[in-house]
Nanobody, 120 residues
Framework: QVQLVESGGGLVQPGGSLNLSCAAS????????MGWYRQDPGKQRELVAT???????NYADSVKGRFTISRDNAKNTVYLQMNSLKPEDTAVYYC??????????????WGQGTQVTASS
C-alpha cells in the first residue's frame, strides 16, 4: 500500500501564492511520475502539472509561467509552488504518484485532496 499525504492548501487573495506538498510513504520500491491534478465540483479532474523521476516537467497551458512543480526524490515528496493565483484556480488539488511497490507491482495512488481558494 502506498499513501500520499498533501498539505499547504488554503485561502489566498487573487495574485497571492501558495505552496502545496505531497509526501508518499508505504511499500515503495520506486516512484516514477508524480503530479498534481485539480477538480471543481461538477467538472472533470484535470491535469495541473507532472514531473518524472528525472525532473522532466509538464504543465497545463492555464498554469504555465505561474506554477512550478518540483520533487525531492530522497524524501519521496512533490511540491507545487503556485504564484499569481486567479479565482479560476480555485479547486480541490489532488496529488498523484505512479511507481513500483516492494513486491514489484505497478501502482497508482491519489492523495485525499486539499482545497485551494483564490478569492477576495
Amino acid at each position: 500500500q502506498v499513501q500520499l499525504v498533501e498539505s499547504g492548501g488554503g485561502l489566498v487573495q487573487p495574485g497571492g501564492s501558495l505552496n502545496l506538498s505531497c509526501a508518499a510513504s508505504g511499500s515503495i520500491f520506486r516512484l516514477y511520475a508524480m503530479g498534481w491534478y485539480r477538480q471543481d465540483p461538477g467538472k472533470q479532474r484535470e491535469l495541473v502539472a507532472t514531473i518524472t523521476s528525472g525532473g522532466t516537467t509538464n504543465y497545463a497551458d492555464s498554469v504555465k509561467g505561474r506554477f512550478t512543480i518540483s520533487r525531492d526524490n530522497a524524501k519521496n515528496t512533490v511540491y507545487l509552488q503556485m504564484n499569481s493565483l486567479k479565482p479560476e484556480d480555485t479547486a480541490v488539488y489532488y496529488c498523484n504518484a505512479k511507481g513500483l511497490t516492494l513486491r514489484l507491482n505497478d501502482f497508482e495512488s491519489w492523495g485525499q485532496g486539499t482545497q485551494v481558494t483564490a478569492s477576495s
